[in-house]
Nanobody, 123 residues
Framework: VQLQASGGGLVQPGGSLRLSCTPSSDSLHLYGIGWFRQAPGKGREWVSVIDTTDDSTYYEDFAKGRFTISRDTAENTVYLQMNSLKPEDTALYYC?????????????????WGQGTLVTVSS
């Protein structure tokens, strides 16, 4: 499975962006599809994930209330809507997918990774 991530860009503080993640094949065998990010000089951190079996959603604390993860089954795409963006949200955002149900916020729990899409929040 290959994951195609897109939607990054330059946005001013307080602005919004929507990231997209599209698996190369049908995502029915994937249990979770989510997002991680890595800021310059920092480690990779989990952002959010959606469970493809029941559309349950989970968020890291910094994302709660600002970010929304959703899934369009017809388009076979997972979206991350990011609002009220802050400069500290600047990072390379990675889409990831798990092919088993034992996943959540650790990078090693995910089997497939997309290329990063850069989000820069700056005035």
């Amino acid at each position: 499975v290959q994951l195609q991530a897109s939607g990054g860009g330059l946005v001013q503080p307080g602005g919004s962006l929507r990231l997209s993640c599209t698996p190369s094949s049908d995502s029915l065998h994937l249990y979770g599809i989510g997002w991680f990010r890595q800021a310059p000089g920092k480690g990779r951190e989990w952002v959010s994930v959606i469970d493809t079996t029941d559309d349950s959603t989970y968020y890291e604390d910094f994302a709660k209330g600002r970010f929304t993860i959703s899934r369009d089954t017809a388009e076979n795409t997972v979206y991350l809507q990011m609002n009220s963006l802050k400069p500290e949200d600047t990072a390379l955002y990675y889409c990831a997918a798990a092919s088993h149900p034992n996943y959540m916020s650790l990078a090693e729990e995910y089997d497939y990774w997309g290329q990063g899409t850069l989000v820069t929040v700056s005035s």
